[in-house]
Nanobody
């Protein structure tokens, strides 16, 4: 089993920056591809970005590309979402998710509890 705990959310002004962290436990972190998702009130869950098990490959939603950066520190079992140039539309509950690549199954199997990001204008 994998447990994921996000942190770093908060209130920030438009144009500001925020870094979210997600700490994983319960399984070899280097086997986990990691993703970030967000969900705003009244909207469906939205893909934000992902990073491969070794950090070699990343992928981003068009809405955040160039502003958000995903990174990971396997020694700390942690994945980060560095958010810059934040906009009010970025306001959402942000979730990290994990996929154990050794299972060779698509999708994300584990989810964190979420951390709230609120961007004021």
């Amino acid at each position: 089993q994998v447990q994921l705990v996000e942190s770093g959310g908060g209130l920030v002004q438009a144009g500001g920056s925020l870094r979210l962290s997600c700490v994983a436990s319960g399984r070899t972190f280097s086997n986990l591809a990691m993703g970030w998702f967000r969900q705003a009130p009244g909207k469906e869950r939205e893909f934000v970005g992902s990073i491969s098990r070794n950090g070699f490959s990343t992928d981003y939603a068009a809405s955040v590309k160039g502003r958000f950066t995903i990174s990971r520190d396997n020694a700390k079992n942690t994945v980060y979402l560095q958010m810059t140039s934040l906009k009010p539309d970025d306001t959402a509950n942000y979730y990290c998710a994990a996929n154990d690549v050794t299972t060779r199954r698509p999708g994300y199997d584990y989810w964190g509890q979420g951390t709230q990001v609120t961007v004021s204008s």
